[in-house]
């Protein structure tokens, strides 16, 4: 099989597994039969690494993720060395964080990695952030030789659709009710989302969606294809970028593109996020989601958001203020501090969040709004 083939055949499970969990093991195989990997799993750790889980764990005991959360979390030193250089998108492998000698010296080693034949391990990372990591793991045994540089490409073309559909999980994730298709999930959702196909057409849309396009000043369908009414030229970029799975100069698109959009009046008014859905192996499917979101009225969202992502009193204030101006000068001046001090607050803010910018920050808080109404 080319590399083409296998990226495909990883990337299917893979975004298939948005809407439907069971498909993330599915993921792990493949991605593990690809790179001849034994053992795989999705692991969670926090960010002192005092703590840490297995919540999928395939080609080992499951008995063996339970026994990792209560005996062996902490003392995993691949996590431990590798925190501070873990990034969203990015790989990290264990031989670059530890020689070999260094970790058969470790009780870790001895009496976990070594009963599952384990000495190598590459993390694809999903997030990190202030609370901790989430990655996707994959592991060698020892007979084997190290990862070839043909693997390691491989994972490294994986990794940032990892990290998008994990993304997108965190996203959908704000529902407070179990929902069992794309259909419900659409209607249940807090914020106005629109499925997109390969030719950028509409193929469903939630209420939320359809109101916004009624009022029919900022966002209007044209052809089928979602058009702004002003930055037009930006939005379609965007579109076109997700829907194609490559970025404008051609390079494989890591991350989600995010537009915020204008009223009459020049002020920011709209956060558009389009995340890419579909990999090269589901022709089909629907290619991309894309996420509206108006800039509202200041609710009182600071205590929720000190709750969610241990924010200051300080920094929950701009996070608030950024929402409802959807300009960071103005939130700066809202809270009657220098435009330098609020530049280094929001990349605070942004990195106890996990968000990626204003225009992610603006719209994850949109989400925490629309959920405490």
Not at 218 to 240: C, D, F, I, K, S
Not at 254 to 280: E, I, Q, T
Request: some cysteine; overall charge neutral.
């Amino acid at each position: 099989m080319d590399d083409e083939s296998k990226l495909a055949a990883v990337l299917e499970p893979l975004y298939a597994s948005v809407l439907e969990p069971d498909q993330m093991a599915q993921f792990s195989a493949t991605l593990g039969a690809a790179t001849s990997s034994h053992i795989g799993a999705v692991m969670v750790h926090d960010a002192g690494h005092g703590r840490g889980r297995l919540d999928l764990l395939f080609g080992a005991d499951p008995a063996q993720a339970a026994i990792y959360e209560a005996e062996y979390a902490g003392d995993n030193l691949w996590m431990q060395r590798a925190h501070g250089r873990m990034a969203v998108g990015g790989i990290m492998d264990s031989d670059s964080v530890a020689t070999r000698t260094e970790l058969r010296r470790t009780r870790y080693y001895n009496e976990y990695l070594r009963l599952g034949d384990i000495e190598q391990s590459v993390a694809l990372c999903a997030k990190a952030d202030a609370e901790g990591v989430v990655v996707a793991t994959l592991c060698r045994a020892s007979g084997l030789r190290p990862y070839t540089e043909r693997d390691l490409a491989l994972m490294r073309q994986v990794a940032p659709h990892w990290a998008n559909a994990y993304a997108i999980q965190r996203r959908l994730s704000w529902l407070e009710q179990r929902v069992e298709s794309l259909e419900s999930a659409m209607e249940a959702a807090p914020l106005a989302m629109m499925m997109l196909d390969r030719t950028q057409r509409v193929s469903r849309m939630n209420p939320q969606a359809e109101h916004l396009l009624g009022q029919g000043d900022l966002l209007r369908l044209h052809q089928g294809r979602p058009e702004a009414t002003r930055n037009v030229a930006a939005l379609r970029q965007a579109l076109h970028e997700a829907v194609a799975g490559r970025s404008g100069d051609g390079r494989q698109l890591r991350h989600a593109g995010k537009v915020v959009l204008k009223d009459a009046a020049g002020r920011n008014a709209l956060v558009a996020s389009v995340h890419p859905l579909a990999g090269p192996g589901r022709p089909g499917a629907c290619a991309a989601v894309l996420f509206l979101q108006t800039v509202g009225a200041a609710n009182d969202l600071g205590p929720a958001l000190r709750q969610l992502f241990n924010l200051t009193a300080a920094e929950s204030a701009l996070a608030c203020a950024l929402h409802h101006s959807g300009d960071l000068a103005l939130a700066a001046t809202e809270c009657g501090i220098a435009m330098t001090t609020a530049q280094t607050r929001i990349k605070t803010v942004c990195s106890k969040t996990g968000e990626r910018g204003q225009a992610s920050l603006i719209r994850l808080v949109a989400a925490v709004a629309a959920c405490s109404r």
